[in-house]
């Protein structure tokens, strides 16, 4: 059977009009949550352990219209696909990618924060957050 996609390729991608903001990949089995930070970094949160910043994005995607969803199974379903079907009005929430797979768009302070990053970096990327 084709492997889906190579989980130790998937990382945060800085969002393509707000460098302040990145589209960080998920995949949702059940009640595990494996949320990818690139690095062989994957932490898995359940729904209760999921963080309020990952938590609030996902509930609106879930709550959007889903069109149009990738097949999993098929050879082209791959990063690519993955990282760009998004809707457009939801371009700085998150989308679903397939059945499992989502990516949520979090800010770079609360993704430093779930890497385990020190906050006090805000020289690195300025206040104009």
Not at 12 to 25: A, G, I, K
Request: glycine share 6%; with cysteine.
């Amino acid at each position: 059977m084709y492997d889906k996609i190579n989980t130790d390729n998937l990382c945060p991608l800085t969002h393509p009009d707000n460098w302040h903001l990145y589209r960080v990949p998920l995949r949702r089995v059940g009640d595990d949550h494996y949320v990818y930070f690139g690095n062989g970094l994957c932490r898995i949160y359940t729904s209760k352990t999921l963080p309020d910043c990952i938590k609030h994005k996902l509930t609106m995607v879930l709550a959007s219209n889903s069109i149009g969803l990738a097949d999993e199974d098929s050879r082209s379903f791959g990063i690519f696909s993955l990282m760009n079907v998004c809707p457009q009005h939801m371009g700085e929430i998150g989308w679903r990618s397939s059945n499992t797979y989502f990516v949520v768009v979090i800010s770079r302070e609360d993704l430093d924060s779930l890497i385990g990053e020190a906050l006090d970096k805000e020289c690195e990327y300025g206040n104009d957050t």
